[in-house]
């Protein structure tokens, strides 16, 4: 398979070609705090059969090499193999997964993400990508040492990700893909990415479709607040000194996250995307919904018990007390929302009168932690005139009598249909599967059209204002208005703050 930059050998999975580790852009050691470039143009034939290094962080998947040589991408394609190559005349959608793991850790290599189902279901090209994360790719030092080669260092992560997408648009038509047809999706940090490249003129016209699975990005980091989180990481190095920050082995470099952070007053210090006016201009949606990608069709979803999937399923919180419940919320909200708890519970008491101390508390901790942050994203939408189709999984994972509920990274394998996954906690039973069908169905329309209505659902609608229209992933699949309105009005009293901003 030849590609622009040499050709490439793949492997024959079941049913789909498979390509693993695909240069997309060259080794950022040499480039630590600038943007990427592409790779050299190589001779002879590259393998592709194993994923690429991740960016270094404190733990990737099994087995995985950690490096900053990490700029790869991962293909699965059912177009067939012909002796001319891939291309079969066909025009498939591309959709193109972002994973999470905030801004800090994660790779395209989980077994959760692997596209051969997805990509023989909805004979479509899947792709899911590596870039630079932490302090590699979010380290803001503009402010702190007067070099014009840290000037974007505060948004390079983004910045590879708008190559790689370049790198789409160059060369997926040889693997029966339409670059004219790009679908973003990506789940909590990978949903923040992408609602990021959506405010990012680099990346205007590479993409086509955007979905966002639990995950939001209203505001950026300011310059100064960045400023001051990278002064704390590198005072906690201990140098001063920019080329001996550069030189520092990367290992010893990630000792700089465990800083606290300075606007937060507590954790390792935030690296995330920062307002400085060169790749970023301003943020994705406030005032409003970034005019750049109004034209772009949206999908925002979320999970009805995001924060149940945070506690590590240690069981002992399902028998909290209203008292405890008092006392732990505010660490939850974690400074995003800032509102007394007491007067939280009380009005969930009186919404939910059914509800145990555990429920009020996995719930008001999930509209107040990240839920809040969809609904602004939602409504900036509605009020450009350029809605969001919304989802929320309601659907309960069957783990240990379903008492996690649906809980954040549930949606990830009802979308791939990776439902044996290590890890993975929808259980394979015909329910699971009922649901995977509905949701990827929905995706893979989505990714087609630029609507996600198909037979696998009943009528979904955009969401406007005022109803809210929602469709609701469950056995019993619907739309809805307004869902957990009470809640949603009850966190409108006070603003949204997102961590890092």
């Known amino acids: 398979m030849a590609t622009t930059h040499g050709k490439v050998r793949g492997a024959v999975g079941d049913g789909v070609q498979v390509f693993k580790g695909l240069r997309y852009g060259a080794d950022t050691g040499p480039l630590r705090f600038m943007p990427p470039r592409p790779p050299k143009p190589w001779t002879g034939v590259a393998d592709a059969l194993a994923y690429g290094a991740a960016c270094p ?44 793991g905030a801004y800090n850790t994660g790779s395209g290599a989980s077994p959760w993400y692997d596209g051969t189902k997805l990509a023989k279901r909805g004979d479509v090209v899947v792709v899911t990508v590596n870039h630079r994360l932490n302090a590699f790719g979010y380290l803001y030092l503009s402010r702190l040492f007067d070099d014009p080669s840290v000037a974007d260092s505060g948004n390079v992560g983004q910045l590879d990700l708008v190559l790689a ?12 893909g339409d ?20 405010a990012m003129p680099a990346a205007k ?34 140098i ?18 465990k800083a606290v952070d300075p606007i937060a007053g507590s954790g390792g210090v935030y690296m995330g995307p920062v307002l400085d006016e060169r790749t970023l201009t301003r943020h994705p949606f406030f005032p409003d919904a970034t005019p750049l990608s109004l034209s772009v069709p949206m999908m925002c979803g979320n999970t009805h018990d995001e924060t149940r999937g945070f506690v590590g399923f240690d069981k002992s919180l399902m028998a909290m007390t209203w008292e405890q419940v008092v006392a732990k919320l505010p660490a939850q909200f974690n400074a995003r929302i800032d509102i007394d708890p007491a007067t939280v519970v009380a009005a969930y008491r009186e919404i939910y009168p059914n509800y145990t ?23 900036e939408r509605a009020k450009a005139g350029a809605p969001a189709w919304v989802y929320q999984l309601d659907w309960r994972s069957p783990k240990d009598g379903g008492i996690w509920g649906a809980p954040h990274t549930l949606d990830i394998p009802l979308v791939f249909g990776n439902l044996d996954a290590p890890g993975v906690i929808t259980g394979a039973g015909p329910e699971a599967s009922a649901m995977h069908e509905r949701v990827a169905d929905a995706f893979i329309a989505f990714a087609r059209t630029g609507n996600p209505n198909c037979a696998a659902i009943p009528k979904w609608e955009p969401y406007t204002l005022p109803r809210r229209q929602t469709l609701v992933f469950d056995n019993a699949t619907r739309q809805e208005d307004d869902p957990r309105g009470a809640e949603r009005r009850l966190f409108n009293k006070v603003p949204v703050t997102q961590f890092g901003t």
């Open 57 to 100: 962080q404190g733990k990737g998947e099994a087995g995985e090499a950690l490096s900053e040589d990490c700029l790869f991408l991962n293909v699965w394609t059912p177009a067939p193999l012909t002796r001319k190559g891939l291309a079969d005349g066909k025009k498939r959608p591309v959709m193109f997964y972002i994973h999470g």
């Open 165 to 176: 997408l370049q790198w789409v648009r160059d060369n997926i038509a040889a693997f029966g």
């Open 179 to 198: 670059p004219g047809n790009v679908m973003l999706f990506g789940q909590s940090g990978g949903g923040a990415k992408i609602a990021t490249l959506m």
């Open 205 to 238: 016209g590479l993409f086509h479709r955007a979905a966002t699975m639990s995950g939001q990005q209203v505001t950026a980091a300011g310059p100064f607040n960045a400023t001051k989180r990278a002064k704390g990481f590198i005072d906690k190095l201990g």
């Open 240 to 257: 001063k000194d920019l080329a001996a920050l550069r030189a520092l082995p990367a290992d010893q470099f990630l000792a700089g996250l």
């Open 357 to 379: 101390p555990s429920d009020v508390y996995f719930a008001a901790s999930t509209a107040g932690r990240s839920w809040k942050a969809a609904i602004i994203q939602a409504e």
